[in-house]
């Protein structure tokens, strides 16, 4: 019996059912077509085909930012540790020269977009003056205990053009209610509501799922339905970020590295929760499912130094510029945000080497992608979204900058980038998988007239694609 096709649509497409849908016109295979054509045959079935699950306005804005970075600071800055045990003294808090200016324009200048804030790590201390723990800024000398870094980080936000984020740490080592469920996530919510009422606009919240507390440590149940309810409700522009989303989700590793391929789409079961583990969950961050029905693209955080915190001794393992756009790469090159943490030093200001490494990285992506040399040159387009290109002189090209419309949804699973001499012969220059918001391919360099990029799969329909060519 057959399956009816909105079941199959639906359904988790595996890798060993994708060649048996492929045949069946289901999803595409080589230059054959997807659902919505082979639908588009048939009339009576045409009514009842699902859309892909597309961006919301938020999720689009979120990855058109492209670049992110996220600021890691707070008592462990003045302890010289990566996870506080709480029990830190506010006095320690003391940054001599904190700006939130110089962070705000060192990502701007940098060309990042948004801004992310360790409002509250796991030790608990407070980086504004809350009314639900004395552990906060109020309680240190910084100036004069009448202090708000959160403030202070909007407001350099606000004034360069940035959008602000705010990371509050589930896990909290200090609070004494932590593990007593309902009243530490009373106040969880309360701490919440003052950070999202209190501060303006906030484009993205950022929960992470660690939870370390030992066998005979205190057991906390989250309530993450309310607490994303919270969000919803005070900030409804904002998108959320965790494992489990629900806007934007984890990419999996914190290397930088986001999948091959990487699908913004994702069964939403896969990951039931902040922080869950187990068998195929690395795997479902990592790549998503073509046949997910939600659209949670991926975040990859990662940090220029090798610690979260800013400690001295690293002063001398700052990622190189090199390193840095080959994050870029593994990143935003692979459907991928990049949330790049550079974290502030005992004196409140982003370190001279780490800002210096930011500027490198802005001049690298400015000489590698300033020039489309196929900019202006008419594009053939196929009726499965291939393209191809004649150019009026030959060009020589080493990298490419694929983007699919995904204001639609993500349809390509296959594809090839293809070049053709004078001699008219083609040859391939890249293969892959995912295309989504952005694909960047480097290449050996060729001197080429005409460029291609095939399209040999894809799933829901045909792609509607972009594509540059730079000198690399
Ligand atoms: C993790 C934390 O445990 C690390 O300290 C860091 O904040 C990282 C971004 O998220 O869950």
Known sequence: MTEPIEDLIHRVVTRREFARLAATGLVAGGTTIGVAEH???DPRTLASQPRRPAPTPAQLAWQRDELALVLHFGVNTFTDREWGDGREDPSIFAPSALDAMQWARTARDSGFKSL???AKHHDGFCLWPTATTTHS??????????????????????????????????WDRNHPTYGDSPRYNDVYVAQLTELLTNYGPVAEVWFDGANGEGPNG?????????????????????????????DVRWCGNERGVAGDPNWSTIDSAAVPYPGADGPGIADALQHGDPAGAVWRPAEVDVSIRPGWFYHPVQDADVRTVDDLVDLYFT???????????VPP??????????????????????????????????RETAPNGALELAMPRPVTVALARLGEDIEHGQRVSRFAVEGADASGVWRTLATGTTIGYAR?????PASLTRLRVRIDETIGGPASLSARFFAG
């Open 345 to 378: 030093t005992r004196d409140g200001l982003i370190h001279p080497v780490d800002a210096a490494r930011l500027a490198g990285f802005r001049d690298a992506r400015s000489r590698l992608f300033g020039e489309d040399l196929t900019r202006g040159v008419r």
């Open 218 to 246: 205190k057991r906390q149940l989250y309530d993450w339905p309310r607490i994303w309810r919270t969000v919803r409700r005070l900030q409804p522009e904002a998108v959320i970020f965790s494992d489990a989303g629900p």
């Open 137 to 170: 800024v109020a309680a240190s000398p910084w100036r004069n205990g009448r202090g708000d870094v959160v403030r202070e980080f909007v407001d350099a936000c606000r004034s360069t053009g940035l959008r602000a984020g705010l990371y509050l740490s589930p």
């Open 331 to 341: 990143s935003v090159g692979r459907n991928g945000k990049l949330l790049l943490n």
């Open 39 to 41: 639908l588009t045959r």
């Open 116 to 118: 992310v804030l360790t």
């Open 440 to 444: 960047l391919l480097r290449f050996a």
